[in-house]
């Protein structure tokens, strides 16, 4: 049987942004409501669980048509979004959500379990700003989302 080391066992192997703290995101206002898009009910409860006790609004939404739809009607600051979606895939939510002025600053965060060089291009193709691979950690999204502003409307 052959002796292969995980990249849990060998951090040297995990790729560079996985180790290391996320780059600050673009200059835009604080975020305050975010969409969670994932088909897994499980994952997506949980993960709006959290959010929640940091203070963050959030909406929940399990496929790609009916993210779109609740995208434009909530209007949030940030979308983590899963890749393999039903309906439409998380790539092309993206590229819509790119191609509205009214949801042009939103941020995007892939939140996939596709961690390889073309997925990372695909996903940097369509607009997100961040690729993320599932499961991931509690500090690194925080890290990226910041604290909720109390006082935004």
């Known amino acids: 049987m052959d002796n292969l080391a995980s990249p849990v066992d060998r951090p040297d192997r995990l790729m560079p942004d996985l ?4 780059d600050p995101v673009p200059a835009r206002t604080a975020i305050r409501h975010v969409a969670v898009v994932e088909d897994d009910r499980v994952m997506a409860n949980g993960l709006a669980l959290v959010l929640r006790l940091w203070g963050f609004e959030v909406t929940i ?3 790609g048509n009916r993210a779109l739809e609740a995208i434009r009607a909530a209007r949030p600051d940030a979308v983590l979004l899963d890749l ?5 895939s998380g790539l092309d939510v993206a590229r ?9 600053d ?3 965060i ?4 596709f961690g390889d060089e073309p997925s990372r291009q695909a996903s ?7 690729h993320l691979m599932k499961p991931v ?3 690194r999204l925080r890290a990226l989302l910041g604290a909720p502003d109390p006082h935004a409307a």
């Open 137 to 139: 950690e509690p500090e």
């Open 110 to 113: 892939a939140l996939t379990g």
């Open 106 to 108: 939103v941020l995007l």
């Open 96 to 104: 819509q959500i790119r191609s509205e002025a009214a949801l042009g």
């Open 19 to 22: 180790r290391s703290p996320p």
């Open 61 to 63: 939404v399990h496929d």
């Open 84 to 88: 393999g979606l039903p309906g439409l």
């Open 124 to 130: 940097a193709e369509a607009g997100f700003d961040r």
